[in-house]
Nanobody, 116 residues
Framework: VQLQESGPGLVKPSETLSLTCTVSGGSITTNSVVWGWIRQPPGKEPEWMGA???????YYNPSLKSRTSISRDTSKNQFTLQLSSVAPRDTAVYYCARSSQGWSTWGQGTQVTVSS
């Protein structure tokens, strides 16, 4: 299974960040598999943002829940992250990942910078 993130590398403060993860070699509707987003700000530990499971149920980090939305397009085998009202503190490398008993498969990551 391979995952590839795509989206803008620069977002202005107060705007909404939107990233897409394209999955190949496996279906996002496979039972017992969860697909998620993880970010790592510079100099900090990775932070789990949220996930979507095979049935389309979503799960969010409580600290980000008010600003985060994860959705999917099963016809394209993609899932998407939207983070609203971004600020410079949201600058990070954003990863999409796959979990079946652990986040074992990650995309290469995409740098997102929030700046005017």
């Amino acid at each position: 299974v391979q995952l590839q993130e795509s989206g803008p590398g620069l977002v202005k403060p107060s705007e909404t960040l939107s990233l897409t993860c394209t999955v190949s070699g496996g279906s996002i509707t496979t039972n017992s598999v969860v697909w998620g987003w993880i970010r790592q700000p510079p100099g900090k530990e990775p932070e789990w943002m949220g996930a979507i499971d095979a049935s389309g149920t979503t799960y969010y980090n409580p600290s980000l829940k008010s600003r985060t939305s994860i959705s999917r397009d099963t016809s394209k085998n993609q899932f998407t992250l939207q983070l609203s009202s971004v600020a410079p503190r949201d600058t990070a490398v954003y990863y999409c990942a796959r979990s079946s008993q652990g986040w074992s498969t990650w995309g290469q990551g995409t740098q997102v910078t929030v700046s005017s």
